[in-house]
């Protein structure tokens, strides 16, 4: 069996995949608790001592729990709806390796902390989990609702839903704050900066290139934030039916799951800096800086997810199994 034919037969083994890899994820938690070294599985790459991998071991042995009810007691609708969870916590514990992409960025940033390659094979893995529990709570939620597990077709039918025009928008807008304020920073002006020099360009951080981009108005992170606007906007308007559809799915999702923890991270962060609570450093940037602006990623990501979901469902064909070729 050719590697091609197993990935097109995903719906028949991505429950028991998904129980093999709690398990063997729950055991490698519990071994890292009992031996010492972390091994990356502390929740978020932080945390010490053996409280986080216990923790964890605890965590995804209940979600072995449920991948084997799943296979145990199809046809049932709370199992995919907890399967969710697991989908989150995985998300949650793979969230830096979503984002290591920006290391690859040397113009953005000349020092850039070590990277714990440990923590980042582990955060590799916990988002690998997360790929299969996805494909296992589809697969098993299609079968609970009668649909096809493949394509989540009905009736040897395509799908005609329109795509959601609102959720592009949505994410655009949830950008503009950020793009908007990082341009002005760069442009001279500063709004919600009260400090000495320059907001937004710490010659410590910032490279050669980046500082150039940043003399003549460019923030680098303002243009990354432009192409996220462009990604939401490919998902929802009649021309993005014109580009492949597999990297926007892949791009949608990734963002999706990776900007929405994130945001609420930020954003708490934020009001709890806001109230006097923690103090981020940031004595010289109005508290709105971090509420508002980087706040808008937790609400870019989930406008994303809901249209990158409107996309793939609005582009969806039949498959070949709904036509009776296999």
Wanted: aromatic fraction near 10%.
């Amino acid at each position: 069996m050719t590697l091609k034919t197993s990935l097109s037969t995903w719906p028949a083994w991505a429950g028991r995949a998904a129980l093999v890899w709690s398990v063997l994820y729950a055991t490698g938690a519990a071994a890292a608790a009992l031996a010492g070294p972390a091994f990356g599985y502390a929740l978020l790459g932080r945390g010490t001592g053996t409280a986080a991998e216990a923790t964890a071991a605890g965590l995804y042995g209940a979600a072995a729990l449920l991948a084997y009810a799943m296979l145990r007691r199809p046809g049932r609708r709370w199992p995919h709806r907890a399967a969710w969870a697991v989908v989150v916590l995985c998300l949650t514990s793979g969230f830096t390796f979503l984002l290591s992409p920006t290391h690859l960025l040397f113009f953005l940033s000349r020092n850039q902390p070590p990277i714990d390659w440990a923590s980042w094979a582990n955060q590799g893995v916990a988002v690998l989990g997360a790929v299969l529990w996805g494909c296992a709570l589809l697969a098993y939620r299609r079968r609970t609702l009668g649909t096809c597990p493949h394509c989540g077709g009905r009736s040897g039918t395509p799908s005609d839903l329109p795509p959601d025009t609102r959720a592009g928008l949505v994410a655009v807008a949830a950008l503009v704050p950020y793009a908007a304020l990082k341009t002005a920073w760069a442009l001279g002006l500063t709004p919600g900066f009260t400090g000495e020099g320059r907001p937004g360009a710490d010659p410590r951080y910032t490279s050669d290139l980046g500082l150039w981009l940043y003399d003549h108005g460019v923030d680098v992170t303002a243009v990354l934030a432009v192409i996220g606007m462009v990604l939401a906007l490919a998902l929802t308007r009649p021309w993005g039916r014109r580009l492949p559809r597999m990297p926007l799915l892949a791009l949608g999702w990734a963002g999706a799951g990776a900007l929405v923890p994130f945001g609420v991270f930020l954003a708490v962060m934020g009001v709890l800096a806001w109230t006097g609570v923690i103090d981020l450093g940031m004595g010289d940037h109005a508290p709105w800086v971090v509420v508002v602006a980087y706040g808008g990623f937790s609400l870019y990501g989930l406008a994303l997810g809901r249209a990158t979901r409107s996309y793939q469902r609005a582009t969806r064909k039949v498959c070949v199994r709904c036509r009776g070729g296999l």
